[in-house]
C-alpha cells in the first residue's frame, strides 16, 4: 500500500488551477479539475517548465512555456497519446490533500561500453 503524505488543504487549490509541491525528492504537480484533485510530474519533458503553473480546461494542463498539453487524470500527452509524463495517487481525508509518495528521482550514471563514464 502506498504512502501518503499531506500537500495542501480542500480549497488551497483554486478550481482550473494547479500547484507544485516537493514530494519525496521530486515535484509534483497538484491540480483541481472539475472538483477533483489530480497529481502529475511538475516538470514539463519538452523544457522543464513547470506545469503546476499551467492553466487547466477540460481536464488538460497547458505547459506556461510553449504550450504542450497534458492530460491530468494521467499524465498522457495530447499530442502524442503514446507518451505519458508521471500521474501519481490522490486522495482526501477529511480536509486534506494528500498525493502518494513518488519514488525518489535518483541520477542515472550513464556508462560507456568501456565503463569508464561519459567525457
Given amino acids: 500500500m502506498p504512502e501518503f503524505v499531506t500537500v495542501a488543504k480542500v480549497g488551497a487549490i483554486p478550481e482550473g488551477k ?27 519533458p519538452h523544457m522543464g517548465a513547470s506545469l503546476g503553473a499551467g ?14 498539453r497534458f492530460r491530468v487524470c494521467d ?24 498525493v502518494a509518495l513518488p519514488e525518489p528521482k535518483t541520477k542515472r550514471a550513464s556508462l560507456s561500453p568501456g565503463g569508464s563514464g561519459p567525457g
Fill in 75 to 98: 499524465g498522457t500527452w495530447c499530442d502524442n497519446p503514446k507518451l505519458k509524463i508521471d500521474r501519481f495517487e490522490v486522495r482526501v481525508v477529511g480536509d486534506d490533500i494528500q
Fill in 18 to 44: 494547479g500547484d507544485t509541491f516537493a514530494v519525496n525528492g521530486r515535484l509534483v504537480a497538484i491540480f483541481n479539475a472539475g472538483g477533483e484533485y489530480f497529481a502529475i510530474d511538475d516538470l514539463c
Fill in 55 to 68: 492553466a487547466v480546461h477540460e481536464g488538460v494542463v497547458t505547459c506556461p512555456w510553449h504550450a504542450w
